[in-house]
């Protein structure tokens, strides 16, 4: 089951990524730009991996209280991205989504995959369609449709 939510929150990231024009990747500029990341609760963290599998993958879903400005946004994926890795030493990969409540409800703001070891999701390299360069490849929910981004990670 666990296996199955995040092969399905993966599709949803490479199917977005995958789309034509709404892709924009933003530049190495504003994805190192430093910005305090605002507060934000994790709501879920657990492995997706299956035990017997060498490579230790986990889901990520963290909250934060309003939407956010990029900046901001990206400061809160690279955080948690970073907190995942430092608490979890031998995580391989980790699916992140950032969500906001709004009328008692969720919305994603943004899905992001990374890695430690260069390997993607499953091993082979690549997160589907979007290879493995060692950073934390997002997609960003907008009113226009999906935009992708590649953000440099803070190795631990």
């Known amino acids: 089951m666990r296996l199955a939510c995040a092969l399905v929150c993966l599709c949803t990231l490479v199917t977005a990524?995958?789309?034509g024009p709404a892709r924009t990747p933003v530049s190495d500029v504003l994805a190192n730009t430093q910005v305090a990341p605002p507060p934000f609760v994790i709501l879920l963290q657990r492995q997706v991996s299956p035990p017997s599998d060498p490579r230790l993958r986990y889901e990520k879903v963290v909250e934060v209280a309003a939407p956010l400005a990029r900046d901001q946004?990206?400061?809160?994926?690279?955080?948690?991205?970073?907190?995942?890795?430092r608490q979890f030493p031998h995580l391989a990969a980790l699916l992140l989504r950032v969500v906001v409540r709004q009328d008692g409800t969720g919305m994603t703001l943004a899905l992001a995959v990374s890695s430690a070891d260069g390997l993607g999701w499953t091993g082979d390299g690549r997160f589907g369609q979007i290879e493995d360069r060692g950073r934390i490849e997002v997609d960003v929910n907008t009113d226009g449709g999906v935009e992708h981004y590649s953000l440099a990670r803070e190795v631990p």
Do not use: G, P, Q
């Open 73 to 85: 946004l990206f400061a809160v994926v690279r955080a948690a991205d970073a907190e995942a890795y």
């Open 17 to 19: 990524a995958c789309r």
